[in-house]
C-alpha cells in the first residue's frame, strides 16, 4: 500500500453515497433495440439538461412494498427494493408502471390515467389490484458517482421490457421530451452536440448497441449480477476533464495518484519533462513512440533529494532524455538498473552513467548480463550483476546498497525479481515500501509483450507471472509500473487477466494445429490472430513460435 506521506496531494473525504435506481425501458424497433429516454429539467441539481434513464432516489417505502410485487427466486431483497424504487420513478417522471392486474394483464394508458402520480405510490396500486411487476425488472450494471462529485449516488441501472398499451407522458417538471432512441443514435447525436448525455450513460449505451434484441439483453441479466460495476476516475486530457472506467488504461494511474479521486492528474504523454506520480517516484517517457514501444519507453527514477535517486531502464541512447533524466534527479543518480537487454530499454544505460560521471558521481550500472540466445542489438554486460531478492537501497557514490534498510517512512527499498520469459535476463524490481511494481516488458498496458525465442520462452514466461502473483501476496503489490504505458492498478487482477488471455491465445493455436497439421507458421498466424490488426501478424508470428514450443514441448496423451 502507497505510503500517505507519498502522496503527491492532500486527501480529502468524497461525499457520502445516497441510493438511487434507474431504469432502462426497453422495445425492439423496426432498426434495433430502443431505449426509452428523457431530458432533465435545467433547474435539475444533478445533470441538469441531460438526457437520462428514468430514476430517482429509493425511499424506505420501496423496501416496505415487497409483499404487493411479484419477485423471481433467485432475486435478493435489495434488488427487489431497487426495481420497486425504479418502477416508481418511471410511474412519477413518465407515466409508464410496471404492473399488473389480477389476472397478470399489463396495466394500460387508461389505468394509469387513474392515478395520481403525486399520491403515495404503492398505497394507489393496492387499493385498485395491482401488483408491482418486480420480477421483470433485472439488474444491468452498477454505478457508483464518481469521488470528485458534489451529489454522489449509489446506483444499480435495472432493465424492464416497456409493458404494451402504454404510452411515456413526462411529467414536465423534472422530466421532458421522452423519446425512443437506438443507442447507436443517441451516442452520434451527443457526438454531434445536440444530444447532451452524462459518463455513466455513455458508457451504458455503448455496451447496450451490440445487443440485438430486448430479450437478448434480459438472457444476459439472468445472472441477477451486474454485468459490469464502475466509479469512474477523471484526469485531464488535452486540457479537457477525461473519465475512465476500471477496465480503461489511465484508471489504475488516476488512483495512484489521486485515491480519493480528486482531479489533479495530466494524461498527456509527452516527453520533455518528468511526471511526478508520487513524491519518490517520477516517471520520464523517451522520444520513441512506435508500434512496439506504445507512447515511448518509460524511465523511472525512484527516491528523494535526501536519498538520491535510483534510475530504471534509462532507454534508447537518446541524448536529449538522457540529459532529461539526469536534471531531472538534480544529478544525483545513485545506481542505473536495466530491467532487460533489449535495444529501447539498455543503450542509454553507459552514456547516463557517463553524463554523471562528468559530474563528479559514479552511479554503477545493474542489471542481468544478456545471455547467448540475446539478438545481436540487445547485447548488455552490467558493472554489478544482480541476485534474486537482492535488496536495493540508499547508495553511497559507486558503491553497492546496504542491505540492511528498515522499512520506515522515508526509505526507499527496491527488491529484484527474476523473470525471465520476454528475455532470458528480464527481471523485475519491487518498491516494498510502496507496493509497486515496475515490470519492465513482462507486463504492458494495453497489449501483451512479445515473446520471441530463443532468448524469449513462453514457458518462462508464464511461470514468472505466476511469480509476480505470488509477490503480489507477499509483498502487497496494488500497482504495476509498466515500462511502456500508464500505470496499472488492481496488480494481481491484472496479472491473473494477462495468464488467463495467454492461455485462451494457446488453447485457440491449439486448435489452429490441430485443424491444419501440416500448416506453417505462416499458414497458422491468420487464423490464430484473426483478430489482430493484421499489420501486427510479423510480431504476432514470433509470440506464435514461443507458444508452439511450449505445446510441442507439453507431455502428449497415450505416449
Same mark, same amino acid.
Given at each position: 500500500?502507497?505510503?500517505?506521506?507519498?502522496?503527491?496531494?492532500?486527501?480529502?473525504?468524497?461525499v457520502?453515497?445516497?441510493?438511487?435506481?434507474?431504469?432502462?425501458?426497453?422495445?425492439?424497433?423496426?432498426?434495433?433495440?430502443?431505449?426509452?429516454?428523457?431530458? &432533465?429539467?435545467?433547474?435539475?441539481?444533478?445533470?441538469?439538461?441531460?438526457?437520462?434513464?428514468?430514476?430517482g432516489?429509493?425511499?424506505a417505502?420501496?423496501?416496505?412494498?415487497?409483499?404487493?410485487?411479484?419477485?423471481?427466486?433467485?432475486?435478493?431483497?435489495?434488488?427487489?427494493?431497487?426495481?420497486?424504487?425504479? =418502477?416508481?420513478?418511471?410511474?412519477?417522471?413518465?407515466?409508464?408502471? +410496471?404492473?399488473?392486474?389480477?389476472?397478470?394483464?399489463?396495466?394500460?394508458?387508461?389505468?394509469?390515467?387513474?392515478?395520481?402520480?403525486?399520491?403515495?405510490?404503492?398505497?394507489?396500486c393496492q387499493?385498485?389490484g395491482?401488483?408491482?411487476?418486480?420480477?421483470?425488472v433485472?439488474?444491468?450494471?452498477?454505478?457508483i458517482?464518481?469521488?470528485d462529485?458534489?451529489?454522489?449516488?449509489?446506483?444499480?441501472?435495472?432493465?424492464?421490457?416497456?409493458?404494451?398499451?402504454?404510452?411515456?407522458?413526462?411529467?414536465?417538471?423534472?422530466?421532458?421530451?421522452?423519446?425512443?432512441?437506438?443507442?447507436?443514435?443517441? !451516442?452520434?447525436?451527443h457526438?454531434?452536440?445536440?444530444?447532451?448525455?452524462?459518463?455513466?450513460?455513455?458508457?451504458?449505451?455503448e455496451?447496450?448497441?451490440?445487443?440485438?434484441?430486448?430479450?437478448?439483453?434480459?438472457?444476459?441479466?439472468?445472472?441477477?449480477?451486474?454485468?459490469?460495476?464502475?466509479?469512474?476516475?477523471?484526469?485531464?486530457?488535452?486540457?479537457?476533464?477525461?473519465?475512465?472506467?476500471?477496465?480503461?488504461?489511465?484508471f489504475?494511474?488516476?488512483?495512484l495518484?489521486?485515491?480519493?479521486?480528486?482531479?489533479?492528474?495530466?494524461l498527456?504523454?509527452?516527453?520533455?519533462?518528468? *511526471?511526478?506520480?508520487?513524491?519518490?517516484?517520477?516517471?520520464?517517457?523517451?522520444?520513441?513512440?512506435g508500434?512496439?514501444?506504445?507512447?515511448?519507453?518509460?524511465?523511472?527514477?525512484?527516491?528523494?533529494?535526501?536519498?538520491g535517486?535510483?534510475?530504471?531502464?534509462?532507454?534508447?541512447?537518446?541524448?536529449?532524455?538522457?540529459? &532529461?533524466?539526469?536534471?531531472?534527479?538534480?544529478?544525483d543518480?545513485?545506481?542505473?538498473?536495466?530491467?532487460?537487454?533489449?535495444?529501447?530499454h539498455?543503450?542509454?544505460?553507459?552514456?547516463?552513467?557517463?553524463?554523471?560521471?562528468?559530474?563528479?558521481?559514479?552511479?554503477?550500472?545493474?542489471?542481468?548480463?544478456?545471455?547467448?540466445?540475446?539478438?545481436?542489438?540487445?547485447?548488455?554486460?552490467?558493472?554489478?550483476?544482480?541476485?534474486?531478492?537482492?535488496?536495493?537501497?540508499?547508495?553511497?557514490?559507486?558503491?553497492?546498497?546496504?542491505?540492511?534498510?528498515?522499512n520506515?517512512?522515508?526509505?526507499?527499498?527496491?527488491?529484484? !525479481?527474476?523473470?525471465?520469459?520476454?528475455?532470458?535476463?528480464h527481471?523485475?524490481?519491487?518498491? !516494498?515500501?510502496?507496493? !509497486?511494481?515496475?515490470?519492465?516488458?513482462?507486463?504492458?498496458n494495453?497489449?501483451?509483450?512479445?515473446?520471441?525465442?530463443?532468448?524469449?520462452?513462453?514457458?518462462?514466461?508464464l511461470?514468472?507471472l505466476?511469480?509476480?502473483?505470488q509477490?503480489?501476496?507477499?509483498?502487497? =503489490?496494488?500497482?504495476?509500473?509498466?515500462?511502456?504505458?500508464?500505470?496499472?492498478?488492481?496488480?494481481?487482477?491484472?496479472?491473473?487477466?494477462?495468464?488467463?488471455? &495467454?492461455?485462451?491465445?494457446e488453447a485457440?493455436?491449439?486448435? *489452429?494445429?490441430?485443424? +491444419?497439421?501440416?500448416?506453417?507458421?505462416?499458414?497458422?498466424?491468420?487464423?490464430?490472430?484473426?483478430?489482430?490488426?493484421?499489420?501486427?501478424?510479423?510480431?504476432?508470428?514470433?509470440?506464435?513460435?514461443?507458444?508452439?514450443? &511450449?505445446?510441442?514441448?507439453?507431455?502428449?496423451?497415450?505416449?
Open positions: 500500500m502507497v505510503r500517505p506521506n507519498q502522496l503527491l496531494h492532500p486527501t480529502r473525504e468524497p457520502a453515497l445516497r441510493p438511487a435506481a434507474t431504469v432502462l425501458l426497453l422495445r425492439d424497433g423496426n432498426y434495433g433495440i430502443e431505449v426509452l429516454m428523457t431530458r &432533465r429539467s435545467m433547474t435539475a441539481s444533478f445533470a441538469p439538461g441531460a438526457y437520462v434513464f428514468p430514476g432516489g429509493i425511499d417505502a420501496d423496501s416496505a412494498a415487497h409483499r404487493q410485487s411479484t419477485r423471481r427466486p433467485t432475486q435478493s431483497d435489495l434488488h427487489l427494493t431497487q426495481a420497486i424504487a425504479a =418502477i416508481r420513478e418511471s410511474f412519477e417522471e413518465l407515466g409508464v408502471l +410496471l404492473a399488473r392486474h389480477a389476472d397478470g394483464s399489463h396495466v394500460t394508458t387508461a389505468d394509469i390515467a387513474a392515478l395520481d402520480r403525486k399520491a403515495p405510490f404503492a398505497a394507489q387499493a385498485r395491482l401488483t408491482l411487476a418486480g420480477a421483470d433485472f439488474v444491468l450494471a452498477h454505478w458517482t464518481d469521488r462529485l458534489p451529489r454522489r449516488f449509489d446506483v444499480p441501472f435495472l432493465v424492464a421490457r416497456m409493458p404494451e398499451g402504454q404510452e411515456p407522458v413526462a411529467d414536465e417538471s423534472e422530466q421532458f421530451e421522452p423519446e425512443w432512441i437506438r443507442p447507436a443514435d443517441a !451516442l452520434a447525436r457526438a454531434a452536440g445536440n444530444f447532451f448525455i452524462i459518463f455513466p450513460t455513455i458508457r451504458t449505451l455496451r447496450l448497441q451490440h445487443y440485438a434484441s430486448v430479450d437478448a439483453v434480459l438472457k444476459a441479466c439472468a445472472g441477477e449480477k451486474p454485468l459490469w460495476t464502475s466509479c469512474p476516475r477523471a484526469g485531464f486530457l488535452n486540457g479537457q476533464t477525461a473519465r475512465y472506467m476500471e477496465h480503461e488504461s489511465p489504475g494511474e488516476l488512483e495518484t489521486s485515491p480519493d479521486g480528486q482531479i489533479v492528474h495530466t498527456d504523454w509527452q516527453t520533455g519533462a518528468p *511526471v511526478k506520480l508520487l513524491k519518490n517516484l517520477m516517471r520520464l517517457t523517451a522520444p520513441n513512440p508500434m512496439m514501444t506504445g507512447p515511448g519507453t518509460n524511465s523511472y527514477l525512484v527516491g528523494d533529494a535526501l536519498s535517486y535510483i534510475a530504471i531502464d534509462p532507454g534508447p541512447a537518446d541524448a536529449d532524455h538522457l540529459q &532529461r533524466l539526469y536534471h531531472a534527479a538534480g544529478g543518480i545513485r545506481l542505473i538498473v536495466c530491467t532487460h537487454s533489449h535495444p529501447d539498455s543503450p542509454g544505460a553507459r552514456p547516463l552513467q557517463a553524463l554523471c560521471e562528468a559530474a563528479g558521481k559514479q552511479p554503477l550500472i545493474a542489471g542481468l548480463p544478456s545471455a547467448d540466445t540475446a539478438r545481436a542489438d540487445s547485447t548488455f554486460t552490467p558493472d554489478w550483476t544482480l541476485s534474486n531478492h537482492e535488496l536495493l537501497t540508499h547508495i553511497s557514490q559507486g558503491q553497492k546498497p546496504d542491505l540492511k534498510a528498515e520506515s517512512e522515508n526509505s526507499h527499498t527496491l527488491k529484484v !525479481l527474476f523473470t525471465p520469459g520476454h528475455a532470458a535476463n527481471l523485475c524490481l519491487v518498491l !516494498l515500501e510502496d507496493g !509497486l511494481l515496475f515490470s519492465g516488458d513482462h507486463i504492458l494495453g497489449s501483451t509483450t512479445v515473446i520471441n525465442p530463443p532468448d524469449g520462452n513462453m514457458n518462462a514466461y511461470d514468472s505466476d511469480l509476480l502473483s509477490a503480489c501476496d507477499e509483498n502487497a =503489490i496494488e500497482f504495476i509500473l509498466p515500462a511502456h504505458g500508464y500505470v496499472i492498478g488492481q496488480a494481481k487482477t491484472a496479472i491473473a487477466q494477462l495468464k488467463a488471455h &495467454r492461455l485462451k491465445r485457440k493455436i491449439i486448435g *489452429v494445429m490441430q485443424a +491444419l497439421p501440416d500448416g506453417t507458421l505462416d499458414d497458422w498466424v491468420p487464423l490464430a490472430y484473426d483478430d489482430v490488426d493484421q499489420r501486427l501478424w510479423p510480431v504476432a508470428k514470433r509470440s506464435l513460435l514461443a507458444h508452439v514450443e &511450449r505445446i510441442q514441448s507439453m507431455p502428449q496423451e497415450g505416449k
